[in-house]
């Protein structure tokens, strides 16, 4: 009787923690589709390979979708969804208005992947296949992209806005901080910063480019950055505020439309375009990483890898939870 009772005690402890300590992320695989969509990664990387080729800030555009969906709410294609009568959705905040893109690209993956499997792939997943095969269509390295993850039938404009997404003002603390709360590590938040660009906030700055609006204050006021580089941004960005505040600008101005390491260097010499660039190496915690980035282009790629799947992770609905959507910008 007291063996079967120990037993007993043992067997509930084990599943209190399962069900307290495992992530619904366990439930994501490589090969989630191998079977329902055996031609799903081909379908995905053409789709995506045609869209960068006909412009080649796509990518960065596809990738810092991935990335500005998972920090809202999970990775769970939210910020796809238009507005309907029972919503407003995420494409409208502050972080997304005027700066995430690539939605019509979206959507023709969609399509194309509705023709060799229809309501099997979510699109949430889809997302984060295309940020993957983006990065290595752009010379950056490639990953084993976990799947499996459901559609939100929801999203939310207030959580959008409630600052989950880290703005180009942020400090340095606030920056890690903000990753934390995502299960991301400070060398996560340096790995993807080098390709996640924030004009509020893309993230992933190696490829991608910022409005004047989001470094205005910096080329202006800040005493961290080289005097000619300011001086030429300037050139794009008029110092009075509602005066070219959609100009862009590369936040890799050497190769923008390429993954590689350079942002770092940048860095190294003050020519960061963005507040939240420049923090990363400014006497503070993370200077050796970037410091390391710089140096190592294997590393660097490394690590950004392993951020990519881990970034992937957050908070994924699976099983029943969810839907996979027929159409990626409206509920079924």
């Given at each position: 009787?007291?063996?079967?009772?120990?037993?007993?005690?043992?067997?509930?402890?084990?599943?209190?923690?399962?069900?307290?300590?495992?992530?619904?992320?366990?439930?994501?695989?490589?090969?989630?589709?191998?079977?329902t969509c055996p031609?799903?990664?081909?379908?995905?990387?053409?789709?995506?390979?045609?869209?960068?080729?006909?412009?080649?800030?796509?990518?960065?555009?596809?990738?810092?979708?991935?990335?500005?969906?998972?920090?809202?709410?999970?990775?769970?294609?939210?910020?796809?969804?238009?507005?309907?009568?029972?919503?407003?959705?995420?494409?409208?905040?502050?972080?997304?208005?005027?700066?995430?893109?690539?939605?019509?690209?979206?959507?023709?993956?969609?399509?194309?992947?509705?023709?060799?499997?229809?309501?099997?792939?979510?699109?949430?997943?889809?997302?984060?296949?295309?940020?993957?095969?983006?990065?290595?269509?752009?010379?950056?390295?490639?990953?084993?992209?976990?799947?499996?993850?459901?559609?939100?039938?929801?999203?939310?404009?207030?959580?959008?806005?409630?600052?989950?997404?880290?703005?180009?003002?942020?400090?340095?603390?606030?920056?890690?901080?903000?990753?934390?709360?995502?299960?991301?590590?400070?060398?996560?938040?340096?790995?993807?910063?080098?390709?996640?660009?924030?004009?509020?906030?893309?993230?992933?700055?190696?490829i991608g480019q910022?409005?004047?609006?989001?470094?205005?204050?910096?080329?202006?006021?800040?005493?961290?950055?080289?005097?000619?580089?300011?001086?030429?941004?300037?050139?794009?960005?008029?110092?009075?505020?509602?005066?070219?505040?959609?100009?862009?600008?590369?936040?890799?101005?050497?190769?923008?439309?390429?993954?590689?390491?350079?942002?770092?260097?940048?860095?190294?010499?003050?020519?960061?375009?963005?507040?939240?660039?420049?923090?990363?190496?400014?006497?503070?915690?993370?200077d050796s990483l970037?410091?390391?980035?710089?140096?190592?282009?294997?590393?660097?790629?490394?690590?950004?890898?392993?951020?990519?799947?881990?970034?992937?992770?957050?908070?994924?609905?699976?099983?029943?939870?969810?839907?996979?959507?027929?159409?990626?910008?409206?509920?079924?």
């Amino acid at each position: 009787m007291a063996f079967s009772f120990s037993s007993l005690m043992v067997t509930l402890a084990l599943g209190f923690l399962v069900v307290f300590t495992g992530k619904s992320s366990a439930q994501l695989s490589t090969n989630f589709y191998s079977k329902t969509c055996p031609k799903l990664l081909n379908t995905v990387k053409s789709a995506v390979q045609s869209a960068v080729s006909k412009e080649r800030r796509m990518g960065a555009s596809l990738l810092r979708l991935h990335f500005h969906d998972c920090f809202v709410n999970g990775c769970d294609g939210s910020i796809l969804l238009d507005d309907t009568s029972s919503f407003t959705g995420e494409k409208t905040s502050g972080p997304n208005i005027n700066s995430a893109r690539g939605f019509e690209v979206v959507d023709d993956i969609k399509s194309k992947v509705e023709k060799v499997c229809p309501g099997v792939v979510s699109c949430a997943d889809i997302l984060a296949i295309a940020a993957r095969h983006s990065v290595a269509i752009l010379g950056g390295p490639s990953w084993n992209v976990k799947l499996g993850r459901r559609d939100s039938k929801t999203a939310s404009l207030a959580a959008a806005n409630s600052g989950v997404i880290p703005p180009p003002t942020s400090t340095l603390s606030n920056l890690i901080n903000r990753f934390q709360a995502k299960g991301l590590s400070a060398k996560d938040m340096v790995a993807l910063s080098g390709k996640l660009s924030t004009p509020s906030n893309l993230r992933a700055h190696t490829i991608g480019q910022a409005r004047c609006i989001a470094f205005r204050n910096r080329i202006y006021n800040e005493s961290n950055i080289e005097s000619s580089f300011a001086k030429n941004r300037r050139g794009n960005c008029p110092r009075a505020t509602g005066s070219g505040d959609n100009n862009l600008s590369p936040l890799d101005f050497q190769s923008p439309n390429k993954f590689d390491n350079q942002y770092y260097k940048h860095l190294l010499n003050q020519k960061g375009l963005l507040h939240s660039d420049q923090i990363l190496f400014n006497g503070g915690s993370t200077d050796s990483l970037v410091s390391t980035y710089a140096s190592n282009s294997k590393t660097f790629n490394s690590d950004f890898a392993a951020a990519m799947i881990k970034m992937g992770d957050i908070s994924p609905l699976t099983g029943s939870s969810g839907e996979i959507r027929k159409n990626c910008r409206r509920p079924n």
